[in-house]
């Protein structure tokens, strides 16, 4: 087994429905969201998932020298930003590629898959 993560992208702009565009879209999302979280934990292949808050409430953490420099916001200044994620532990890259086009169903976002290095 080879644990995945699968980083949702979405714009770094959104209103109040999220990138939705409605209370019922966002809703009807969610609850997509929730049926696939728990079929990942039926399958067994569940590991860890959240969501993220807006990437304006980010703190960036310099500890290279000294004193660390706290910063307020992003480290990137970007129009898209990760806006959850799962990690999943699953047999091969073809089961994970499989389960983040159903998670990007699921929640209506674009989904990136990248293996954790030294486990894939």
């Known amino acids: 087994m080879a644990h995945y993560l699968l980083a949702v992208h979405g714009p770094a702009e959104m209103d109040e429905f ?3 565009g409605s209370e019922e879209k966002m809703e009807e999302a969610y609850a997509a969201t929730d049926a696939f ?3 990942l934990r039926a399958d067994g292949y569940w590991v ?3 969501g993220l808050q807006p990437a304006a409430t980010a703190t960036v953490v310099d500890g290279q020298s000294g004193t660390p420099v706290l910063t307020a916001g992003s480290y990137l200044d970007t129009k898209e ?3 959850g994620f799962w990690v999943i532990d ?3 890259l073809d089961v994970a590629l499989e389960i983040a086009a159903k998670g990007s169903k699921a929640c209506g976002g674009k989904v990136e898959v990248r293996p954790f290095a030294g486990l894939a």
Do not use: L
Request: net charge negative; aromatic share 14%; glycine share 20%.
């Open 37 to 39: 979280n728990e079929q």
């Open 18 to 20: 999220g990138t939705y």
């Open 48 to 50: 860890f998932a959240g």
């Open 81 to 83: 930003v990760i806006g």
């Open 90 to 92: 699953v047999p091969d």
